[in-house]
């Protein structure tokens, strides 16, 4: 994989790189956008539930469907994760049809 900095009309730098999986043929360059604020806030919210609120639910009662509240707690946001990172992929997914369209790719 080779690096390299881009310089558009505008001066600005933009790290980009062209994937190892492209053909030798291909001279085209992958230079990704940074996430919308909402999928990374999509993406910290299950990270955040499990891991800075312990305190909070740090107790064996109540039961929760026969299971102890922190297993429940657990197991609920190992379901509810795939939910989160497919709402932020839904809102990232609009933004790259966007940019390959603006480049002249397939939509």
């Given amino acids: 994989m080779s690096f390299s900095l881009a310089v558009s009309t505008k001066l600005s730098l933009k790290c980009c790189y062209n994937p190892a999986h492209m053909g030798h043929g291909d001279d085209r360059w992958f230079c990704p956008k940074p ?33 102890p509240f922190n297993f429940f707690w657990l197991i609920s946001w190992l379901l509810l994760t795939p939910l989160c990172m497919w709402g932020a992929y839904r809102l ?16």
């Fill in 92 to 107: 990232e997914a609009p933004r790259a049809s966007d940019l390959r369209r603006k480049d002249g790719g397939a939509p």
């Fill in 35 to 67: 996430p919308s604020p909402g999928s990374i806030l999509l993406g910290l919210i299950p990270f955040t539930a499990v891991c800075f609120s312990v305190s909070l639910w740090d107790r064996v009662y109540p039961m929760v469907l026969g299971l």
